[in-house]
């Protein structure tokens, strides 16, 4: 939610995650019109992907939704 981020970005922040299931889950979000992926002119060329407005209006439900989780296993952070 924090700006463009590149695959390899992506896959730094979430060390847990395969590298199939984040492009799935990046396909998914693309499909449905809440992340945009964009393809930069370049040698090599550079792909970003940033979550579009629709993306944006479910940040309040995700962090209410990481805080119950949070709370539920006794996480905090």
């Not at 695959?7 to 019109?33: C, H, I, M, W, Y």
């Not at 992340?35 to 040698?43: H, N, T």
């Not at 209006?57 to 949070?70: I, M, V």
Request: without cysteine; proline residues 8%.
């Amino acid at each position: 939610m924090g700006g463009p981020h590149s695959f390899g970005q992506l896959r730094e922040a979430l060390p847990t995650l395969s590298a199939k299931v984040l492009t799935e889950r990046l396909g998914g979000l693309t499909d449905r019109g809440l992340a945009v992926r964009e393809v930069r002119p370049g040698f090599p060329s550079r792909t970003t992907y940033r979550l579009t407005a629709a993306g944006l209006r479910l940040r309040p439900l995700l962090a209410e939704l990481y805080r119950t989780g949070a709370a539920l296993s006794g996480f905090n952070p």
